[in-house]
């Protein structure tokens, strides 16, 4: 179901040209993330916690967002104050920021990666729905916009190596801090959408929540955000632990970011060919491939060679995320959609992730832990083949 735009703020011209302030704010947000959550394991570490502790913290992110991006979305939807709930979250995520840098026991972390986590998750759903709204019958350009995300987060990985190598781990803090001032600044010009709802908010989530065909693809993401999540979490330790450098690992990202832009770039082609059901399982299947590449790496240049396929693991499966929440929605529901879509993928999937992994992690390693990680995805694989079949497939995105 696609979404007709009543009202956008922004400045008159096609939606294409709207889009440079949007581009601008992906890469901003991703180079600020690259900054950061690649390096929160490794400052966990030096901190002295185990693994388990880790896989808590790890953990807590998620689980937050789990509940807080769906809460937002709804609360932006019900009372058209999205651009107001866009810039209050980016300061709140900003400070959290600045005081986890300064937090150095688990007691004190917990309470602030949940606030950080709090204010984090609504920032893309909003974003992105309102991108899609701006795009109005150009949706299927929202990869090519996303791809400036990548972009950022390659840079800005190869930059935070370097200096966290050079000097040390504050510096990613920092980065993180400042990447977001400039977020800050675009979003307070950003074109952000304003559909009303066309129903009560709860008959529309009922009709959201029920539509099988939702739930089942909502499943299929879960199942592929807990691998991602096991892949990414715990990356830079299993580098660590094979010899790498900081500059390679920032390295690693940055590989890992070509394959997305490319991904991103060709993903309305490859959605109006291959239909949803083919895009998740072919997702799924490089996926495996990823996951037991990983375990069976003995080297960091092997696991540089297998970062290659992140983009068919995550840009391809993300852009069709994005798209089939925005056609499910039902009128003025969309960053609520979205918030549920976020949720699952980086809420849930998430949280599954770190904490089975960090359990993992400490039980028999990290090598075995990608490698049961694959074979949990290769599970999901085997269901979504059995039971997706009339997943619809996004078309005219």
């Excluded at 007709?4 to 890469?27: A, H, R």
């Excluded at 009128?331 to 699952?344: D, E, N, R, Y």
Aim: proline content about 3%.
């Amino acid at each position: 179901m696609n979404n007709t735009q009543d009202d956008t703020e922004s400045s008159p011209g096609s939606p294409i040209n709207k889009m440079l302030l949007p581009k601008t704010f992906y890469f901003f947000y991703y180079a600020a993330g690259a900054s950061l959550f690649p390096f929160l394991v490794l400052y966990y570490s030096e901190l002295g916690l185990s693994g388990q502790e880790i896989g808590w913290l790890i953990g807590l992110k998620p689980f937050t967002s789990l509940f807080s991006a769906s809460l937002w979305g709804g609360i932006a939807d019900a009372t058209q104050r999205h651009r107001q709930i866009l810039l209050f979250a980016i300061i709140g995520v900003m400070a959290s920021a600045l005081v986890l840098s300064a937090t150095t026991t688990l007691t004190t972390l917990i309470p602030v990666v949940i606030t950080f986590a709090f204010f984090m998750a609504p920032i893309i759903p909003l974003v992105d729905n309102s991108v899609f709204e701006a795009l109005g019958e150009n949706r299927g350009r929202y990869g090519r916009i996303r791809l400036w995300g990548a972009l950022g987060w390659g840079i800005t990985a190869i930059i935070l190596g370097y200096l966290t190598e050079t000097f040390d781990l504050s510096y990613s803090f920092y980065g993180y801090a400042l990447l977001m001032v400039g977020c800050f600044i675009i979003a307070t010009r950003l074109p952000i959408s304003h559909v009303h709802i066309g129903q009560p908010l709860k008959h529309g989530l009922k009709q959201l929540l029920g539509n099988k065909q939702w739930l089942i693809f909502l499943i299929t993401l879960l199942i592929s955000g807990i691998g991602l999540s096991t892949a990414h979490s715990y990356l830079f330790l299993y580098l660590k632990g094979l010899g790498a450098s900081k500059s390679l690992m920032g390295l690693s990202l940055a590989i890992a970011t070509l394959s997305e832009l490319l991904i991103f770039f060709y993903s309305g082609r490859l959605l109006d060919r291959w239909g949803t059901r083919k895009i998740l399982i072919a997702t799924l299947i490089v996926h495996v491939v990823r996951l037991i590449g990983y375990s069976l790496a003995r080297t960091p240049e092997q696991v540089l060679l297998i970062q290659l396929l992140h983009g068919p693991t995550f840009s391809l499966i993300w852009v069709a995320g994005v798209s089939y929440a925005n056609q499910m929605a039902p009128k003025g529901m969309g960053a609520t959609a979205q918030g549920i879509l976020s949720a699952t993928y980086f809420g849930l999937g998430a949280t599954g992730g770190g904490l089975i992994g960090g359990h993992l992690y400490e039980a028999i390693g990290l090598s075995q832990m990608y490698f049961w990680a694959g074979i949990w995805v290769l599970g999901g694989l085997i269901l979504f083949t059995l039971f997706g079949k009339k997943t619809n497939q996004i078309q005219s995105i």
